[in-house]
């Protein structure tokens, strides 16, 4: 590669062959071994730049500022993200910088005080996959702009990665063509890339079966595949810990807890962690627990045999749609990073994950299904005393609540399959009289 010395970031195998390709490169995978690529940094030259003080300071002078586009949680640390990109081709929404909540009274209730949920679902398409899809999608503009002739950007999703692609295609004005199972994604997320114009294809399999039909269509036809196995979203997803670690005034937690379908954003989390332990900004690291569906669940299979065995499982519905994946990308980059970071997985059946939804929804989450499966994780890890009541633990909300309005309906109507509601909660119908309402109301009242 001739351009090799004046690269501050390149795709480099995952898995340690030899080889730098160029970040505009239209790459996926290692031409060696055929493994996953990812992007590395050169750390000694950010190093050289400034100091760890110097990064933290820039790194929370653009934070939320309006200094576009680094005002987005993503680009506010573009050096380390991806610097290959003019700022003319960024395609951004302002993703990132999403709330950090302190769930107090959830924590009372299950006995840990310090538990937080980083709510990556307040984002412009409502999940934490636009952290990611503005890195991809602005490399694509950036493409573009030299003269690389890119006619539509394609992924395989189930319901996220799709809205999150149509979205920035739209405000970028690119082709955006998705794939989705027939039936198995929420009806918000199948309006979102067809309300932002997307060519959407709706397809009679699982998201597996997806995913293999996309990456031959893109690979025959000059179609940039927008999948997480292109790390390029890896870089942006990644980011959550740095705002994590922020937020805290750059302080670690002991204890983080993420949903894992693909993998990618188990991935994503570590290598955050990781690069900012290199560039002397952390001195520790949390512990990473991955939490499964258990109708989804080859690494928590794998885990079980202490990594020795990784085999794809056929995924069973699940209630938590977007994990809905047996043969997870990413799955061996994340092994990578939860055996560097302690790291543990559970799962958690349809029964449990729902009521733990439910559960946080009460004391006013009102979350996604996949942030149930955390949650339902957290509550048997409290109860097994492998997470300790004095713990900062940090509950990573994948979407928004708003996009699963069917599951949540479902389940307060007592309509779920093997799922019994423990907190449903249903209107009650009166007539409009004066005694009748007051009536309801004091029973209601009686019953706290
Ligand atoms: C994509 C997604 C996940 C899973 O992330 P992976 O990187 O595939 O493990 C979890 N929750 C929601 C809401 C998602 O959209
Ligand atoms: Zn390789």
Redesign the pocket.
Known sequence: MEKKETFNAWFQCAGGCSGKYALNEIIYRCPNCGGLLEVCHDIEKLKKAHSKEEWKHIFDDRYKRTDWPYGSGVWGKKEIVCPNIANENIVSTYEGGSNLFWAERLGKEIGVNDLWIKQC?NSHTG???DLGMTVLVSMVKQMQSEGKHIPAVACA?????SASLAAYCAIGSMQAIVFLPRNKVSNAQLIQPLASGALTLSLDTDFDGCMKIVQEICAKNNIYLAN?MNSLRIEG?KTVSYEIVQQFEWEVPDTII???????????LGKGFLEMEALGIISKRPRII?AQAANANPLYKSYLTGFKDTKPVRAKKTL?S??Q?GN?V?INK?IKVLKEFNGIVEQATEDELANASAHGDKTGLYN????G?ALAVLFKLVKKDVIKSHERVIVIS??HGL?FTEFKLKYHENRIKNVTPHHANLPIALPAKYDAVLDAINRAIDDK
Do not use: E, R, Y
């Open positions: 679902g999940s934490f996959k999703s189930t319901g996220d990665t997480s997803q993420i949903p894992g379908g693909n993998l990618g954003n188990v991935a994503a991955c938590a977007a994990i994946i997870p990413s994340a996604c299904p996949h942030t499966v994948t979407a996009k």
